[in-house]
């Protein structure tokens, strides 16, 4: 069995926190590897295989290993307890030791939160919607509704798809300049009519805008390294029938 890849930051630490690459999975095919996507076209049980690896590597058990039905949206769940039903939401927080929150990404910003001072964590699935939204505006407030204060909170952003990569329409380039026309400063020019978006710097402008206390970007492009993400941009590009995702998780 090959082990598991963890991306871990230094600001995060002392707590026990991962973003877990494709690396070391039991998943085969398109899914090759570490693939924590219980919404994908995988078996079942492969996918609970590959989930209690995840939560082997953190310490707890498969059933504290915490997820929400993510739907792009600015919605936060406050956790207490293990949950029974996955609510749709795309962020959570929690104060509660022994729970590890985790959110599914494939080119999608995985952000992870810790205020260590406060022991109050969050972790947050965060596309162009989510964050154009504000859902990591909500989950930073979330958590001080919890404890944590904003210029103690570490927020992290994971395995995301690169400016390089992320080619987008003027569509796109409008809603965002509907928003605030300073948003321009996120696209590149592409070819033609295309423009480059750059999804990790926009993540990084909104959490320092928030005001957290310290917030970074791993510097990984999930469509550029085939072997150790998955992409669903990629797997577009491929005509592939379906993709792996990645998962990221933190826990106090």
């Known amino acids: 069995m090959m082990t598991l890849e963890i991306l871990t930051s230094e600001t995060l630490s002392p707590l026990k926190h991962g973003f877990f690459t494709r690396r070391g999975g039991a998943s085969s095919g398109v899914f090759q590897g570490l693939n924590c996507g219980s919404g994908s076209s995988d078996q079942a049980e492969i996918v609970s295989i590959n989930r209690a690896r995840v939560a082997s590597a953190l310490g707890i058990e498969p059933t504290h290993l915490v997820s929400v039905h993510q739907v792009h949206s600015a919605t936060v769940v406050t956790v207490t307890e293990p949950l029974k039903d996955k609510p749709r939401a795309d962020a959570m927080v929690t104060s509660t030791p022994g729970i590890a929150l985790s959110v599914l990404s494939a080119d999608c910003q995985p952000v992870l939160f810790a205020d260590a001072k406060a022991g109050v964590i969050g972790a947050a699935h965060a596309g162009w919607r989510g964050a154009l939204d504000g859902v990591l505006e909500s989950t930073v407030d979330a958590m001080i509704a919890l404890g944590a204060s904003r210029e103690h909170i570490a927020a992290v952003i994971g395995p995301s798809i690169s400016q390089r990569a992320y080619e987008v329409g003027p569509e796109f380039f409008e809603t965002f300049m509907a928003e605030d026309p300073a948003y321009a400063r996120f696209f590149a020019g ?63």
């Open 190 to 252: 592409g070819t033609n009519d295309r423009l480059q978006f750059d999804l990790p710097g926009f993540g990084l402008a909104r959490l320092r805008e928030a005001g957290v206390g310290h917030a970074e970007w791993t510097r990984h492009c999930t469509f550029s390294d085939p072997q150790r993400f998955y992409s669903y941009r990629r797997t577009t590009h491929a005509k592939e029938a379906d993709y792996g995702r990645l998962i990221s998780a933190i826990t106090l």
